[in-house]
Structures are given as structure tokens and as C-alpha cells.
């Protein structure tokens, strides 16, 4: 099944409209999208293959957070994180 996982994570600098391209950059392979130009907060939507709604989570979490280091972007805790079946 595929499922659709948006996650935030909040950092504490704002961030540039080429980080978040590079972020968008990086989450393509997951037939994802990137927001967070101007904001302190970066994001993404992305697309898994996943059997239920935690397995989706799980995954996107984890392309979320490698895309994010692609990027270059700061460690920052993951605030918001939303998953719908497709």
C-alpha cells in the first residue's frame, strides 16, 4: 500500500532557498516535495510502500533524515509527522 508521510523538523536558524532546493534535491527519489524557504522549519512529503501506517512513518523517517544530511542541512527533532493511505 502506498501511504503519504509529511514530517517537520524545527531547527534553530532560518534556512535559504538553496537549502531547501538541495533538500528537494534529495527527496525526489521519494516522489517527494520540500517547503521550509524563509522559516526555521524544513519539511517533506513523501511517498512509501508500506503495510501499515507505523511501517510508513518508519520509512519516511528515515529517507526524511537522509535527505536532510544529502542537503546539508542542521540536525534538528522531528515536530510534526502525518501519514495518510492512497
Known sequence: MKWSVGLEAEGDRVL???????LADAVAASSGI???????????????????EAEAITK????????????????????RTEAEAE
Open 16 to 22: 535559504s532557498r538553496e537549502q531547501i532546493v538541495e
Open 34 to 52: 520540500a517547503t521550509g524557504i524563509g522559516t526555521t522549519r524544513y519539511g517533506a512529503q513523501l511517498i512509501v510502500d508500506a503495510e501499515t
Open 60 to 79: 519516511a523517517t528515515s529517507a526524511f533524515a537522509a535527505a536532510a544530511a544529502a542537503a546539508r542541512l542542521p540536525p534538528a527533532p522531528i515536530v
